[in-house]
């Protein structure tokens, strides 16, 4: 069963940046495109970024200019740098294909406040 783990989520306050990770079992990162959702208390959970296996990206209005995402296949990992922080950023983190085809991991808390 394909399993993903969310990390880096912390703190900030606004103005501030973090990177999020996304690990995988298997070959998950490498031989898909992937994507970053979040869930905001009492939202519905939205996609804000999304890779393709050629590193074409994809970011939601409200995130343009201030996230990246990126992918190192070598390690089956996928990023998101956030940069300029602001409250209605706070959410939890998850990362999926993009569209959400596996379970979905724990997440990791993003909390931009001062």
């Known amino acids: 069963q394909v399993q993903l783990v969310e990390s880096g989520g912390g703190l900030v306050q606004p103005g501030g940046s973090l990177r999020l990770s996304c690990t995988s079992s298997g070959r998950i990162v490498r031989d898909y495109a992937m994507g970053w959702y979040r869930q905001a208390p009492g939202q519905q959970r939205e996609l804000v970024a999304t890779?393709?296996?050629?590193?074409?990206?994809n970011y939601v209005d409200s995130v343009k200019g201030r996230f990246t995402i990126s992918r190192d296949n070598a390690k089956t990992t996928v990023y998101l740098q956030m940069n300029s922080l602001k409250p209605d950023d706070t959410a939890v983190y998850y990362c999926?294909?993009?569209?959400?085809?596996?379970?979905w991991g724990q997440g990791t808390q993003v909390t931009v406040s001062s």
């Open positions: 890779i393709s296996i050629t590193g074409n990206t």
């Open positions: 999926n294909g993009n569209r959400p085809y596996w379970p």
